[in-house]
């Protein structure tokens, strides 16, 4: 019991306290001031302002830029708001001023937390969304730091209160987070799962690789096209992958082995019910199975059919990838501060496992480098950073001339490698639509 006692105070005892159904909850926002939220230089994402007769106001001074990242404190709390809750309703000021406070029944300042989160490159994200409904997720591929998140359609988290029934009842889903929350089908940023599954296949050997692009292929009644019908013409394996040709890899599919490929998908994180991400998530799904068609493994190999992926997951695949095959476990909060800025705990980076050996990770490099350089996102070539990744155009219902765009990659250069991840709802393709919100993410963060 002693032990138990031990082992609960250490580790459990805050994820209890900070459950919202947590009563203690309540006792500690009676007795103090909701402390601050920061951006990693300090620069203020939520303070609690009062006035002179003691009444509390959650201020939130870059309005909807971080809506869903930071959350909302109001009628529950969500995101950051959320993940460190405990930390902002605890208050470690200096034990006489808090001493002193509580003779005249004043609350005290609660601790401020800091995160990982960089304003210029949230703001560049934000901005380069525009009015489109989508997510964008940015991580350090070596330390897990998130370093921005979006979601759109977003909202202030000042007019929560004020604005709730409408919110709530939004038909756009307002208030979810796409980034961790949204299932999209991947499109052809699957086609890096598919590329991987038929090189483990071939013990990493492409060489023997090549196929006729006529721009379709047809299987029975079944008929898969290449963008805008385009014929690609004679393809070796990296340029049908550069090119994203659904032609290569539609055909591809029919001869991949259903269950290597869905164990490979599981060991990415696929049909896992808990994935290494703090914040409410949706779980990714690769329903292929052997029983399935002929015309099912065309389309699950393209990144169509019945797989559902949120962007969220994307970048942890390509997180790994860039940081040969270890994927770190995303982090929001770097440390905690008292309000005066005094270090009360800091939160360290760790290993969530390996996703991939650091062989197949380097052979996947080549061939997302080889998509900047001659394929779909030759608009991300720079002389300021190297940029590796994969586009996709998603179709999501019977209407073919509807798709989602995408683009899964990262960036490399004189800083920390970024993994970056843009879905455009209902856009077009990913070349026309994310590489552009992409290039904008990574100019911003080379330009400082």
């Known amino acids: 019991m002693i032990g138990y006692l031990c082992y609960f105070q250490i580790t459990q005892s805050r994820e209890v306290i900070n459950n919202p159904y947590n ?48 959350g909302y404190s109001d009628y529950g709390k969500t995101g950051i708001e959320s993940l460190g809750n405990f930390q902002l309703v605890t208050s470690n000021a200096y034990f006489v001023e808090k001493f002193l406070n509580e003779l ?95 090189l ?21 009644n079944s008929s898969i096209s290449c963008y805008h019908g385009r014929a690609h013409g004679q393809l070796d394996l990296k ?31 696929f049909n896992r019910e808990e994935l290494p991400v703090s914040l409410p998530y949706s779980q990714s799904s690769f329903a292929l199975q052997e029983t399935d068609s002929e015309a099912m493994r065309m389309m699950t190999a393209i990144g169509q059919g019945d797989t559902l992926v949120t962007p969220m997951h994307m970048a942890l695949i390509m997180s790994a990838v860039a940081n040969d095959g270890v994927l770190m476990t995303p982090r929001y909060l770097d440390r905690t501060e008292s309000y005066t800025g005094t270090l009360v705990e800091t939160y360290d980076t760790s290993e969530y496992g390996t996703l991939m050996t650091a062989g197949e990770a380097q052979i996947l490099r080549e061939y997302l480098r080889a998509v900047v350089e001659e394929g779909t996102a030759s608009a991300l070539a720079s002389d300021d950073y190297t940029a590796y990744g994969k586009t996709g155009t998603a179709e999501y219902s019977s209407d073919k001339s509807k798709s989602h765009a995408w683009f899964a990659g990262f960036v490399s250069g004189e800083k920390e490698d970024l993994a970056v991840v843009v879905l455009v709802e209902e856009a077009g393709s990913g070349s026309e639509y994310a590489v552009p919100v992409a290039k904008k993410i990574f100019d911003a963060y080379y330009k400082k």
Request: charged share 25%; net charge negative; glycine share 8%.
């Open 23 to 70: 009563a203690r909850l309540e006792s500690f926002e009676k007795r103090v001031i909701r402390g601050s939220i920061l951006a990693s230089d300090g620069q203020l994402l939520a303070y609690t302002n009062v006035d002179g007769d003691g009444n509390e106001e959650r201020v939130y001074p870059f309005g909807c830029t971080f809506s869903h990242v930071l």
């Open 104 to 198: 005249k029944e004043q609350k005290n300042m609660g601790d401020s937390l800091v995160t990982t989160l960089d304003v210029d490159l949230q703001t560049a994200a934000h901005d380069a969304l525009g009015t489109h409904r989508g997510a964008v997720v940015v991580m350090e591929t070596s330390t897990g730091n998130v370093r921005a998140m979006v979601s759109k359609p977003d909202y202030d988290p000042a007019e929560v209160a004020d604005r709730w029934e409408e919110l709530s009842g939004a038909d756009d889903g307002t208030l979810l987070n796409r980034a961790t929350q949204g299932l999209y089908p991947p499109g052809s940023t699957f086609k890096t799962v598919t590329l991987l599954e038929y």
């Open 200 to 220: 483990r296949e071939h013990q990493m050997d492409d060489s023997g690789y090549s196929f006729l692009c006529e721009g379709k292929v047809t299987v029975g």
């Open 239 to 269: 340029t049908a992958f550069a090119k994203s040709c659904n032609s290569a890899f539609a055909d591809m599919g029919r001869d991949l082995d259903v269950e290597a490929f869905r164990s490979l998908a599981e060991q990415l994180l």
